[in-house]
């Protein structure tokens, strides 16, 4: 990553600033708007270090490009606005004020007038708990294939199947961020389906053992999660390694 020490975005990306994260890959990281013109502003950054779109590559744009269609598909989700601004600003003379290149997401409702830019502080409640919704809604299809995935006591092949997809998950994923945020629903949803097998136990020893491994799984979210919490949006991540959420 070619980052600058002074950069308030740059010490965003590289976690020494705080910032309501929403989601992050390899190249870029989107948080919420600290000054938010619109109720869900979202910012989508590289994270390496480029001025404008001038100093940018292609890769570097299209990466962001690829973020802001996941975190717009996420605002629709969660937001259902009625329309979605999406622009960059490049240079004090069109308006830029931090340098360092990024996307703004606006959702906009009918209307509603745009607050005047970087002057209004956001609510920190409030971009706390829409980052957490944008972070869930993007993993939502992640979760959804795990719950059907385990599903009614899923036989040994399809859950082998569902452990690689899940392993693949993962590792595609690289950055250490994504995945955390599906652990939540991931629990409520597990916890739930074990409360229910509970209530009616279906007595067979294959059974017994599904649910064992799904049991297992919940543990290993919860570990995750309690890691997380602990680590990130804060200034450095103070406690080593993340548990492992590979299923062996
Ligand atoms: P621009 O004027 O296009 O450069 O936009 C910069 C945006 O970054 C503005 O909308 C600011 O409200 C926002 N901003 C500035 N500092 C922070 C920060 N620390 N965290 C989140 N957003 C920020
Ligand atoms: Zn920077």
């Known amino acids: 990553m070619s980052t600058q020490a002074d950069c308030i975005f740059c010490k965003i990306a590289r976690g020494e600033a705080p ?4 989601c992050e890959d390899e190249r870029t990281l989107a948080f919420m708007d600290i000054f938010p ?4 502003h979202t910012l989508v950054i590289t994270k390496d270090h480029f001025e ?5 590559d292609e890769d570097a744009l299209a990466a ?3 973020t802001s269609h996941r975190v717009a598909a996420a605002i629709r989700s969660e937001l ?3 329309g979605l601004m999406v622009f960059q600003l490049n240079g004090r003379a069109a308006g830029q004020t931090v340098f360092h290149y990024h996307m703004h997401l606006m959702p906009r409702a009918q209307g509603v007038p745009l607050a005047l830019h970087t002057r209004v502080p956001g609510v920190p409640a409030r971009l706390a708990e829409l980052a957490g919704r944008l972070a869930r809604a993007l993993v939502a299809s992640a979760v959804v294939f795990a719950c059907i995935g385990i599903a009614g006591c899923a036989s040994n092949r399809e859950r082998e199947l569902w452990k690689n997809e899940w392993n693949g998950r993962l590792d595609a994923m690289k950055s250490d961020w994504e995945h955390p945020c599906a652990t939540r629903p991931f629990i409520a949803w597990a916890d739930g389906f074990l409360g229910d097998c ?3 136990p279906r007595g067979d020893a294959d059974c017994d053992a599904r649910l064992a491994w799904v049991d297992e799984r919940v543990q290993q979210c919860r570990a995750w999660t309690a890691w997380q919490l602990r680590n990130f949006n804060q200034h450095q ?3 080593g390694a993340a548990p492992s959420m590979r299923i062996e």
Do not use: C, K, L, M
């Not at 404008?52 to 940018?56: A, G, P, R």
């Open 64 to 66: 962001v490009a690829r």
């Open 52 to 56: 404008n779109v001038f100093e940018t």
């Open 237 to 239: 991540r103070s406690e």
């Open 198 to 200: 509970e209530n009616e």
């Open 80 to 82: 259902s606005p009625d």
């Open 19 to 22: 910032a309501h994260r929403v």
């Open 37 to 40: 013109v619109t109720d869900g």
